[in-house]
């Protein structure tokens, strides 16, 4: 087994109680390179895995306010610069009217900087993967609980870190060899 190959090990797990203890030790072991996949979501695995808060809000936040203030600089443009018509009595830039269009466009920014927000955090669209090449791993998104350790975590020793998966309870650990064959 050639060592610049090894992608890392992946473990199964008996459950979801099984797979967030396993990833609160893991952490607590130090490693910071590792990953579990499991059918749903499981509540406190963030915090087990000690992931930082996602930055997604804050992206939909700056999509709205891009949006938001673009249309309605937009709309002030046109009614007081570039169209000056003054309307039954109204003052040139008359912001009830643009309120709901303002407010639309917002709702928008957000919507669409989230989307692409996630996409570009989630490395998505991912077309090859290490883990593609587990026939274990098709299993997660049915009944399977999986751990997987990647080789270029700092506290990785082959022996070592299987013994540890193998004392939280880790079955059928595999070996992944990182053998791209999309060329």
């Given amino acids: 087994m050639d060592k610049n ?18 990833a609160e030790k893991v952490r607590d072991a130090g490693f910071k390179k590792f990953d579990c996949h499991s ?23 700056v999509g709205s306010l891009i949006f938001g ?14 169209y000056p018509l003054v309307l039954s009595g109204k003052e040139l830039f008359s912001y009830q009217a643009f309120v709901p269009i303002t407010f639309e466009l917002c709702i928008l920014g957000a ?12 490395r998505l669209p991912t077309f090859y993967h290490p883990l593609f090449n587990s026939k274990k791993f098709e299993t997660f998104g049915d009944d399977g609980f999986l751990m997987s350790i990647e080789q270029a975590d700092k506290n990785f020793d082959l022996n070592q870190t299987k013994a540890l998966l193998e004392s939280l309870g880790g079955k059928n650990i595999e070996v992944i060899e990182d053998t791209d064959e999309t060329v």
């Fill in 111 to 122: 919507a669409l900087f989230t989307v692409f927000g996630m996409f570009a955090l989630n």
């Fill in 39 to 61: 059918p749903f979501p499981i509540h406190g695995m963030d915090e087990a895995m000690g992931l930082k808060d996602s930055p997604l809000g804050i992206i939909a936040s």
């Fill in 5 to 22: 190959n090894t992608y890392g090990l992946l473990a199964t797990f008996e459950g979801p109680a099984d797979l967030l203890h396993a």
């Fill in 69 to 82: 203030s673009g249309v309605l600089g937009l709309m002030w443009w046109t009614s007081v610069k570039a």
